[in-house]
Structure formats: C-alpha cells, structure tokens
C-alpha cells in the first residue's frame, strides 16, 4: 500500500516502498496500480508482435529475391554455357564438312576414319544435330535454297537434293542446310 505524505516544502511525496520502514511488514499492493501494469505489458506485446510480423515479412521477401536471384544466375550460367558450345560447334563445322566429304570419296580409312568418327561422336554427344535430306518438305527457317526447278509430281516446295547438311544446337539453327527445291509454279 502506498501512503502519501506531505514534506517540509509542501510537495507531496508517495511512498512505493513495498517494505513500511516503521514496521517493517510487507505492505499489501493496491489493486488499482494492476490493470494500469497489465494494460501496459500488453501494449507492448502488441508492439512486439507487430514488429516480428513486420520483419517476418520483410524476411520471406528478400528470401523470395533470393530464390529468384538464384533461378535468374542459373538461367544465365546455362545460357552462357550452350553460348560458349554453340561457338565452339559452329567453329568445327567446316571440319565436319571436310569430314563428310572424305566420306562420300572414300577417303576416310585408317587413322583418319577413327579420328573423324570420334570428333563426330563427341559433337553429337554435346548435342549437334544435322538435319536436310532430300524429300522432306522445304522450310525456309531451315533450309536455304541454292537452287529451284519447277517439277508437277509435288504438292508443295520439296527438297530434292543437299549440297551441305545444317547444323543444329539447343533448338538453334547452327548453320541451315544449302538444298535443291522443286516446287510448282
């Protein structure tokens, strides 16, 4: 219980100690001084909540920046990647070429075969893909047309024969295939 007094100078003084010094019992608190404690501790347990659902979310969003970023970073690794094959590819296409044209020769024996079969290989396990036979429908994306005749037995613009296959990597046209069309007029 708290007592009032009143000092020399008139001012008044409340005594909160819990211990009376006269007596030395323990006095009984008011029960008014409670809800006024309780009203305040919950005032700022409501600040507190507000505040870690305030960081919570400003934690999921830069978790989520993250998880984009990462995606972002790996998308352009890849990219980079088929990039850095595409060129190094579309640079051993002449040497392909050479390669197939020794073929059709016959020149391709010994060493030479074994060789030329194993850059072949390799290239096809990178994912090089050659595409352009003859009879297959003609697709300017694909094919470029060296020559053209006009010729009634075909519905639609044919490829008659290939003068050099194209190249193809991660669904991009390295090289198109150089063809023949026979079309109707």
């Known amino acids: 219980m708290n007592t009032d007094e009143t000092d020399e100078v008139g001012v ?4 909160k100690r819990r211990i009376d010094p006269d007596t030395f019992e323990v006095r009984q608190q008011e029960t008014a001084d409670v809800p006024e404690e309780g009203a305040e501790v919950e005032g700022e347990i409501n600040e507190v909540e507000a505040k870690v ?3 919570t979310g400003d934690l999921q969003r830069v978790h ?8 972002r970073v790996d998308r352009d690794r890849e990219v980079s990647r088929e990039n850095a094959i595409g060129g190094v590819l579309n640079e051993l296409l002449p040497l392909l070429d050479d390669i197939n044209r020794a073929r059709e020769h016959g020149e391709l024996e010994g060493a030479f075969k074994t060789i030329g079969e194993s850059l ?10 050659t595409f352009g036979q003859a009879n297959e429908p003609f697709d300017p994306g694909v094919h470029e047309a060296l020559t053209s005749e006009s010729n ?15 190249y193809r990597y991660a669904g991009r046209v390295l090289r198109p295939a150089r063809v023949a069309v026979a079309g109707t007029d």
């Open 12 to 15: 008044r003084v409340t005594d």
């Open 53 to 55: 659902a305030e960081l």
């Open 64 to 71: 989520a920046e993250y998880a984009n970023y990462r995606k």
């Open 120 to 129: 072949e290989a390799t290239c096809t396990k990178l994912g090089l893909e």
């Open 152 to 166: 009634d037995a075909v519905a639609e613009p044919t490829v008659i024969s290939v003068y050099q296959v194209g």
